[in-house]
C-alpha cells in the first residue's frame, strides 16, 4: 500500500504563507491521516514537531528552506530532513525525533535537547548543544556533527552525547571554537581534532573501551543518514579522538578554608591586641530549647498572601505563579493558567490593560517591573479543556462585551448551557466597537472570541432584550447575568449641546469603517481613557489639531496621554465649558477654543429601559447584594459597566465572580463575597538577592525569560535555602502527592532561631509566638 505524501508550499500565487497558516495546512494533513510531508518552506518557523499519530505511525518530512527552529520538540517517531542549511535551534528541546540535516546549522543548533538524535552534514553555529540534558527515563539525546562547532558550544550541558567529527577543520586551532563547555555538569563530548579554550569546569581525556564502542557503532548510522560513508575509514581511527566530561564538585573545589576553632587554636595570637581575654574550653551549653519550650516557632505559609500584582489584579490573576510554572519549564501550563481566570488573556491584559499589576509590582523597588502585559499576549493561542460534565440548567447572559463573554466563559467551563443575546449584529462589546484598532489588534480579538464560541457558547445578535422578553429569560433560563456595558452617552445640556457629537457613536463609527467627518479643528470634551481614544480617533479621520479639556485632573491613564500628546493633541484642564458654537467652545472664563467639531466624552451609562424601575436605587442602577445579585430577583445577576463603569478588567472579574456565584446558587451554596488574601508586607519580600538591571538589557528580554527577575512574592520558588541554612537541619521539603512540595519545619529539632525567616527570599516563612505556657503545679 502506497503512502500518500502532502507537499506543502512556503510561497503561493507569490505570496508567502504565515508560520502560522503553514502549520495548520499540517495538522490539517495530518488529521486527514497523512503521515508524510514535503515542505518547500520560505522561512517558516516550528516544521516538524511536537507531532505524533494515535496509532503510532511514523511521521516523516522532507524540509527545504526552513525558518527557525525546525524540528523544535520533535517528538518519537518521527523523521526530519532538511535539504540544505538551516538556521538557528534546529533541534530545540527535542523530545525523541530523528533531525538530519544535509548542510550547516545556525546557532543554538540541538539547544536544550532531550532525546532523539541530530545529524548534521556539515557545521553548525555558536551555543549549539548547549543546555542538553538526560532524563533517564528516556533515551539520552546524541547530536552528531560532520565538521565543526561554534564558540561556547555545549554551555550547560547536563547529560547526552555530542560527537564533532572535525572532519575539513584538522587545520584549525580549535573545532569547538572558544570556550566550549562552560557550565558543563553532564554528559559526554567527543571531539576529533584540535580544542583549546575549554572552560575550567571540564577535563580534557583519552577515549577507554566503552567510548570507543559507542562511536564505532554509531558512526555508520550517522554517516549513512547524511549520505557520507566515504569518511568511515577516516573517522573510524580511534586515536584521533578525545572526550570531554565535566569535572565534579569537588574537583571544582580548589581550596577550603580553615574553620575558625583552628584559626583560633594555630594562629591566634596569644596576649596580642586582639587575643583571648580568657581561655575558652568550647563547651557549648543547651540554653536553647525545642519543641514547646521555644520561644518561636516557624510556619511555612505559602502563598497565605497575595503578591502584590495578584492583590491589585481586578480579575486576580497570580502572574508569579504563572512564572513560577515557567521557571519549572512547564511553559504550556503557565500560558494556560490565565485561562483559569481570563478569555482575554492577550486583548485585554495584553493589550489594552493598563496593567496595574505591572504598577505596582515589587520589581520596581530594584528596576523595573516584570513584563506582565508581554505574558498576557503570549497567551493568545493558549487553550484548555472543559472536563466538567454537561448539565442541563440553562444560564442566559444580556450583552456579548467583555463582562459577558467572560461570564459565559466560565459558566461553559462549569458544563453550563449558555444562551448569550447580543442587540448588536456583532459580538465583543466595546472591544470591538470602541477601542481604536492601534490599540488593540482586532486579529488577536478575533482569536479570543473565537475560543469562547468554539466552547459552545450560544450567541443570538441582532436581539434587543425589551421587558417582554427579559421576563420569559427570569422564566425559562435558571438564572440570568445582565451585563449591558454602558452604552448610553452622557451629555452635559449647556447652551449648544445639540451641536456636540458623542464619543461612544463617533467611535463606534470609526470602528465600523464608516469614516465619520470632522474639521481639521475638534476638541474633545473629557479627558479620560475613553476621551483619548477619541483623541486618536479624531486625527485618524483627519484632524490637524485636537484639544482635549476637562474640568478636572484628567482620568485618563498617563501613557494614554502620552500617546495622545505623540499625535499632536493638546489636554487642558482645569477647563470650564460654557457653551458649544458654531466657532467652537466657549469657556466659562471667556475664552474661546476654535472648533470645527466638538467631541463630548465624558462617560457612559447603562441602558435599564427593560427592567422594571422598582429594581433601581436613586441613581437609577440596578440594587444588588455583595454577591453582584438583583435584591429583587436572587436568579438575577449584574456585570462590568452596567454596576460601575471602569476598566475592562473590572469587566472581566465581575463576570468571572458572577459566573461562580450562578454555579453557587443552582447548587444550593452559599455565594462567594471574593475576598482577596491580604496582600504580603513589603518588608517579607527580600530585594537584597536581586541586582538591577540595565533598563535596555531588560528590554531586550523576552517575557518567558522574566522567571529570575521576578521576586515570587509569598509564593516559594523552591530555592531551599532555608533548608541548607538551618543550623539545626530541621528543615526537610516533601513531594506531596499532587506533585507539589512543600518544606516541613521538625520542632523535634528546631530551635526557633528564625534563620529560615530571615534568608527567605519570596517571604513564605513566618515566625509566630509561642503562645503556650507551663505553669509549675
Known amino acids: 500500500m502506497s503512502v500518500k505524501t502532502a507537499k506543502i508550499q512556503g510561497i503561493i500565487d507569490g505570496k508567502r504563507v504565515s508560520t502560522q497558516n503553514l502549520l495548520k495546512s499540517v495538522y490539517e494533513k495530518l488529521d486527514e491521516g497523512i503521515t508524510e510531508f514535503e515542505v518547500e518552506a520560505s522561512g517558516q518557523h516550528n516544521i516538524g514537531g511536537p507531532l505524533w499519530t494515535t496509532d503510532g505511525t511514523p511521521l516523516k518530512f522532507t524540509v527545504k528552506n526552513p525558518g527557525q527552529r525546525v524540528g523544535s520538540m520533535g517528538m518519537p517517531g518521527t523523521e526530519i530532513t532538511i535539504n540544505g542549511s538551516a538556521p538557528a535551534d534546529v533541534g530545540w528541546l527535542n523530545a525523541g525525533a530523528t533531525i538530519i540535516l544535509k548542510g550547516d546549522g545556525g546557532d543554538t543548533t540541538a539547544h536544550c535537547a532531550a532525546s532523539g538524535k541530530i545529524y548534521v552534514a556539515g557545521r553548525t553555529g555558536t551555543r549549539s548543544g548547549a543546555l542538553m540534558k538526560h532524563d533517564p527515563k528516556f533515551p539520552a539525546p546524541e547530536f552528531w556533527v560532520l565538521k565543526t562547532v561554534g564558540s561556547f558550544s555545549f554551555e550547560f550541558m547536563g547529560g547526552g552525547y555530542a560527537v564533532v567529527c572535525g572532519l575539513g577543520g584538522e587545520q584549525l586551532p580549535s573545532v569547538l571554537g572558544d570556550r566550549g563547555c562552560a557550565g558543563m555538569v553532564g554528559g559526554t563530548v567527543y571531539v576529533r581534532g584540535s580544542v583549546r579554550g575549554l572552560a575550567e569546569d571540564v577535563w580534557l581525556m583519552e577515549l577507554d573501551d566503552s567510548d570507543k564502542d559507542f562511536l564505532l557503532s554509531g558512526l555508520p548510522e550517522f554517516l549513512g543518514k547524511i549520505e557520507r560513508t ?240 427579559f421576563d420569559k429569560l427570569r422564566s425559562d433560563y435558571s438564572a440570568v447575568i445582565v451585563a449591558i456595558g454602558a452604552h448610553v452617552p452622557v451629555v452635559i445640556p449647556f447652551e449648544g449641546h445639540e451641536r456636540l457629537v458623542k464619543g461612544l457613536d463617533f467611535l463606534k463609527e470609526v470602528n465600523k469603517g464608516l469614516k465619520p467627518k470632522v474639521g481639521e479643528k475638534v476638541v474633545v470634551i473629557g479627558a479620560g481613557n475613553a476621551a ?25 491613564f498617563e501613557h494614554e496621554m502620552e500617546h495622545a500628546r505623540k499625535l499632536g493633541a493638546k489636554i487642558l484642564w482645569p477647563v470650564y465649558t460654557q457653551k458649544v458654537t458654531e466657532e467652537g467652545v466657549l469657556t466659562k472664563d471667556g475664552k474661546l477654543i476654535p472648533a470645527d467639531t466638538v467631541i463630548i466624552a465624558i462617560g457612559d451609562r447603562p441602558d435599564f429601559s427593560f427592567i422594571d424601575k422598582s429594581w433601581a436605587n436613586e441613581k437609577g442602577f440596578v440594587k444588588l447584594n455583595e454577591y453582584l445579585q438583583c435584591e429583587a430577583d436572587e436568579k438575577v445577576f449584574v456585570t462590568g459597566d452596567a454596576i460601575k463603569q471602569g476598566l475592562f478588567t473590572h469587566a472581566l472579574g465581575d463576570g468571572r465572580k458572577a459566573a461562580i456565584n450562578v454555579d453557587r446558587l443552582i447548587n444550593g451554596r452559599k455565594l462567594n463575597k471574593f475576598e482577596k488574601a491580604p496582600v504580603i508586607p513589603q518588608d517579607k519580600v527580600r530585594d537584597e538577592y536581586y541586582h538591577p538591571l540595565n533598563p535596555q538589557r531588560v528590554a531586550e528580554l523576552e517575557a518567558e525569560g522574566e522567571t529570575e527577575r521576578c521576586m515570587s512574592c509569598g509564593f516559594c520558588r523552591d530555592c531551599s535555602f532555608c533548608l541548607e541554612v538551618c543550623p539545626e537541619q530541621a528543615i526537610t521539603r516533601k513531594q506531596t502527592q499532587d506533585g507539589k512540595f512543600e518544606y516541613v519545619s521538625n520542632p523535634a529539632k528546631c530551635i526557633g532561631c528564625g534563620i529560615c525567616a530571615g534568608v527567605c527570599p519570596c517571604g513564605v516563612w513566618t515566625m509566630y509566638e509561642m503562645t503556650e505556657k507551663y505553669i509549675e503545679s
Open 230 to 469: 566515504d569518511a568511515l575509514d577516516l573517522l573510524s581511527d580511534m586515536s584521533q579522538w578525545k572526550k570531554i566530561v565535566p569535572k565534579t564538585y569537588e574537583e571544582k573545589k580548589v581550596k577550603s578554608l580553615m574553620s575558625t576553632r583552628d584559626f583560633r587554636l594555630d594562629k591566634w595570637v596569644e596576649g596580642g591586641i586582639f587575643g583571648d581575654l580568657i581561655q575558652e574550653d568550647y563547651y557549648v551549653a543547651k540554653y536553647v530549647e525545642t519543641g514547646d519550650l521555644r520561644l518561636k516557632y516557624p510556619e511555612w505559609q505559602n502563598a497565605r498572601y497575595s503578591a502584590p500584582c495578584e492583590y491589585n489584579c481586578p480579575v486576580f490573576i497570580p502572574t508569579q505563579k504563572r512564572i513560577a510554572l515557567l521557571r519549572q519549564g512547564k511553559i504550556k501550563e503557565a500560558l494556560e493558567l490565565v485561562l483559569e481566570y481570563s478569555p482575554f488573556p492577550a486583548s485585554v491584559c495584553g493589550q489594552v490593560c493598563p496593567n496595574l499589576c505591572q504598577d505596582i509590582c515589587s520589581r520596581k523597588k530594584v528596576d523595573i517591573p516584570v513584563k506582565i502585559k508581554q505574558l498576557g499576549q503570549m497567551s493568545k493561542e493558549a487553550d484548555i479543556a472543559f472536563t466538567a460534565p454537561e448539565r442541563t440548567e440553562k444560564v442566559a447572559i444580556i450583552g456579548s462585551g467583555s463582562a459577558g463573554l467572560t461570564a459565559a466563559w466560565h459558566l461553559r467551563k462549569l458544563g453550563y448551557q449558555v444562551d448569550v443575546y447580543e442587540q448588536d449584529s456583532v459580538i465583543g462589546g466595546k472591544l470591538k466597537q470602541v477601542i481604536p484598532n492601534e490599540r488593540l489588534a482586532q486579529e488577536i480579538l478575533q482569536t479570543e472570541i473565537k475560543r469562547i464560541l468554539d466552547k459552545g457558547v450560544n450567541v443570538k445578535t441582532d436581539t434587543k432584550v425589551d421587558k417582554a422578553l
Open 532 to 556: 483619548m481614544d477619541v483623541v486618536i480617533g479624531a486625527y485618524e479621520m483627519g484632524a490637524k489639531e485636537v484639544t482635549a479639556i476637562d474640568i478636572q485632573k484628567p482620568a485618563a
